[in-house]
């Protein structure tokens, strides 16, 4: 695998924002121009979520509803409201911060690791983890067999598998009781009985996970101020709250921004900048030794572990020594391997491709090779505006920068495209984020975010 990325935090943002802006060959009054634009746009001008109100999970929700509201809800993430009586009436006192399903799947894989060493001692009971609390990737990674191993394995399976959002995925279920009828379980007694799924909350992963910080905004900010936090800062999503009371009026996310910005055609200013090819903007930002890749032949398990230790969501899948594209793997698709008892017996030996081909199978918009749909790709003189369209005909926060041959040469990321359209005014949110990311220290919930 290559070699792992640096954590992202808030210090270590002014390198890669500065490289960026030094790179993209704009004239010197557009980029002004534009980010004084963003700086007079208020955030209550920007579209509200499409359901028109922010779901928000109470913290003591437990894992399993808090997955099940996501999923009825169609979204990736939610504010946590914070359920100790008498807290502050301010958004630090109100809110725990956001939970995502890339936190639940780490903490289901932490999960599944702590269960690994205690039971390779010896004593699962005397690290207080059950063995119904294995997880398919620790009972598989140690090599447990026999039927009390198998009985743990297929309950933690189906919690897993529904903790890490199958009930999300087109095609697969969509919803809790048909994931369960999939599985062939009685999912809610199952879960009931099994732990970390019965007594876990929502309140334990977002503090022991602070994957998505809470930094807010009110509705008379100015939209660079969103922008900014988007891209340079490394947030994936901003709330939006009153500036008399700390109620979220909306949830603004580096997808629906770039979706936004895919509305502005016709406009002089983007069509300018969307015809640039990338090399014109700085893109893509990582050199070709810097992007994080996994062999095809590579275990799928060390995949996984990879994207979880470098705080990334997807990799992309190559192969030979031109690592020439041939898939790609997202965190959240561990809940498809959680989801197949048929893939638990040759867990330890589960190559990449392997678990592709096996998805592949089962999905409705499969490959013609029989694997899953191909990722997202461009050329190194792709312009910016294909580049665009791509990413917004789907979900993704990613697109494959590729050459000829088809060997992977970069990544442009969500937070990429956002970064080439604006540049930080001297100063512009350090007292802010000073204020916010001190209000964050006060509550231990300043951490890593998603380089996406």
């Given at each position: ?277 990338l090399s014109d903007l700085g893109l893509p930002f990582m050199s070709f030794d810097e992007v994080i890749t996994v062999s ?157």
């Open positions: 695998m290559a070699r792992p990325e640096e954590n992202a935090n808030f210090p270590s943002c002014d390198a890669y924002f500065d490289t960026i802006q030094s790179k993209k060959k704009l004239p010197l009054a557009l980029q002004e121009s534009l980010t004084a634009a963003f700086a007079q746009i208020p955030v209550a001008s920007f579209p509200d979520v499409p359901s028109g109100r922010v779901t928000e999970i109470p913290g003591e929700t437990s894992v399993l509803d808090a997955v099940r509201i996501l999923s009825e809800h169609n979204i990736r993430a939610a504010p946590v409201l914070n359920p100790q009586p008498g807290a502050p009436a301010d958004w630090q006192g109100r809110y725990l911060g956001i939970i995502e399903y890339s936190a639940i799947i780490l903490w289901v894989l932490d999960n599944a690791d702590l269960a690994a060493v205690a039971l390779s001692a010896g004593s699962a009971t005397a690290a207080g983890v059950g063995l119904g609390a294995v997880g398919a990737v620790g009972v598989a990674a140690l090599g447990a067999t026999g039927p009390a191993a198998v009985a743990g394995l297929t309950a933690a399976a189906v919690g897993a598998a529904v903790a890490g959002g199958l009930t999300a995925e087109k095609g697969v279920a969509k919803d809790g009781v048909t994931a369960a009828d999939h599985l062939g379980q009685d999912f809610y007694k199952v879960l009931l009985q099994q732990e970390p799924f019965k007594s876990t909350t929502v309140r334990s992963i977002v503090e022991s996970y602070p994957w998505s910080p809470f930094v807010p905004v009110t509705l008379d900010s100015s939209m660079l101020t969103v922008l900014l936090l988007l891209s340079k800062y490394r947030l994936r999503n901003v709330p939006v709250i009153e500036s008399d009371k700390p109620v979220i009026k909306n949830f603004i996310t580096q997808t629906s921004v770039v979706k936004g910005l895919q509305q502005c055609k016709g406009r002089d200013w983007f069509d300018y900048i969307s015809a640039l090819p095809r032949d590579d275990l799928i398990l060390e995949a996984f572990k990879c994207m979880k230790d470098n705080k990334i969501g997807g990799v992309p899948v190559v192969e030979g020594p031109k690592r020439k594209l041939v898939g790609s793997v997202s965190i959240r698709d561990i809940r498809f391997l959680l989801l197949r008892p048929d893939l638990f017996s040759n867990f330890r030996q589960l190559t990449v491709l392997e678990f592709m081909k096996a998805l592949g199978s089962t999905l409705p918009d499969s490959g013609d090779n029989g694997l899953v749909k191909p990722p997202l790709t461009c050329a190194p003189d792709a312009s910016m505006g294909s580049v665009i369209d791509s990413i917004g005909s789907r979900i993704t926060h990613r697109i494959y920068v590729v050459d000829g041959d088809y060997e992977v040469v970069g990544v442009v990321t969500l937070r990429d495209v956002i970064s080439c359209f604006i540049h930080e005014p001297p100063g512009f949110c350090d007292s802010y984020l000073a204020s916010a990311m001190e209000k964050l220290d006060d509550k231990g919930a300043a951490g890593s975010v998603e380089n996406s």
